[in-house]
Structure formats: C-alpha cells, structure tokens
C-alpha cells in the first residue's frame, strides 16, 4: 500500500514571501517516484518535477526548489519569493509499481 | 494540438442524459487514465487503459463506460448520472503504464441537475 500525506491543507502568504509544502509518503516498494503537480484554478493538473527514490540530490528550478529526504520519506516543495501566479492547489504524488497516488494537496493563495 | 485535449470543457446534463466526454493525446503515449475530482475530495482514479486494454476499473458504477478505440483517443460515456457524479473529469497520459510521468487535460467541469 501507498500513502501521500500533505498536512497543510491552505497557505496563505504575500508576495514575495517564500512557501514551503510539505509532502511525507508511505510505501513498501524499493523504487518508486514521486511528482509535484500545481493545480491551478482553471482546473488543469501541470507537471512539475519527477524523482527518482534513488536520486536524493535536491533540485532548483528557476523559484522553485525540491527537498528530497529518504531517511523521513518526505518530499517538500519551496517556492521563492512567490508571486500571485503561483496561486493554486499544489499535489504531491508517489507512484510505486503503477498507481499514482495522490496528496489531497495544499491550496496557496498569494496575495498582492 | 498539443499535450492533452479534453472537450467539452463544461457540460451541464439532466440526469436522464446522454452524453460523452472526448479525451486525445498528442504525445505519442500507451497509457490512457480518466480521474474524478469532486470538491474537497482527493483525485480518485476511475480507469486505466494501456494499449487499449482496459487495465484498471475501480468500481466505477456501470452508468459510466470509458471507450478506448486507440492508444490517443479515450472516451467517456455518461448515461443516467446522479447529481452527486458532478466533479471535474480529468484526462491523463502516460508513455506506459508502470511508473511513468501522467499528463493531464484541462478537464471537464460536469454538472448533473
């Protein structure tokens, strides 16, 4: 069995301000994935990052940085000085033999 | 046409209806997902079809029937739905289907009155 647990469900922040979402899993499989999509209010899933279980090296992405810890099984996201686009539900998801599972995901609002 | 294509994107139905929701890849994948999103619930996954076949039906009621003619095409067929089946259906893609990135549409937002 697979689990995503995404605890906060709304932040809410200023521009400019950093946000970070936390994403801890579960699974028994030895290799598996895990994904960031953001879900913005039009209603599309977009792609964000995929990871290796086997590929621990943190990622930086323009704003966006990805924290990657076997040792916690968790999986967290940081958007730097946020802007009022990056508004949207966020959705961390694991996929082990073929299921992706998600989060229930955490909504972010920046406000001006 | 690029990524993943949904229509309608918006459909308001009665519940005695008849209609289908198209879904077509661009990317050249195998694998073929349809989701519900309903309000304050988790995605729910309803079926997964790879090259054609179905793979995965999780205990979807019978008044939905996905249709998968070819590995870019995906269709849902809606008859006689309930008012609590309203939700965004999502459209997904993969290469295969075992551990690969899934690409979304933009959804259909149904409503059953």
């Known amino acids: 069995a697979q689990k995503v647990t995404q605890a906060q469900t709304e932040i809410s922040v200023v521009e400019k301000e950093d946000v970070t979402l936390d994403c801890v899993y579960e699974t028994r499989d030895t290799t598996y994935f895990l994904f960031w999509y953001k879900q913005p209010p039009s209603g599309e899933l977009v792609f964000l990052i995929r990871r290796n279980s086997f590929d621990e090296q943190n990622e930086i992405s323009g704003r966006y940085s990805w924290n990657f810890q076997k040792s916690t099984s968790s999986f967290n996201f940081t958007i730097t000085a946020s802007q009022v686009v990056d508004s949207a539900v966020y959705f961390c998801?694991?996929?082990?033999?073929?299921?992706?599972?998600f989060g229930a995901g955490t909504t972010v609002t920046v406000r001006a | 046409e690029t990524g993943v294509t949904q229509t309608p994107r918006h459909l308001v139905m009665g519940m005695t209806n008849k209609k289908s929701l198209k879904c077509e890849q661009h990317l050249g994948h195998n694998a073929m997902y349809w989701y519900k999103q309903s309000a304050k619930k988790p995605l729910e996954l309803m079926f997964v079809y790879n090259f054609k076949e179905q793979t995965e039906n999780n205990s979807v009621p019978s008044r939905f029937s996905p249709e998968c003619p070819n590995s870019s095409h995906l269709f849902l067929h809606l008859h006689t739905l309930q008012p609590e089946d309203s939700a965004l259906y999502l459209c997904?893609?993969?290469?295969?289907?075992?551990?690969?990135?899934?690409?979304f549409g933009p959804g259909t937002r149904l409503l059953v009155l």
């Open positions: 998801a694991l996929t082990g033999d073929y299921k992706l599972s």
């Open positions: 997904a893609s993969s290469q295969f289907q075992r551990k690969e990135t899934q690409y």
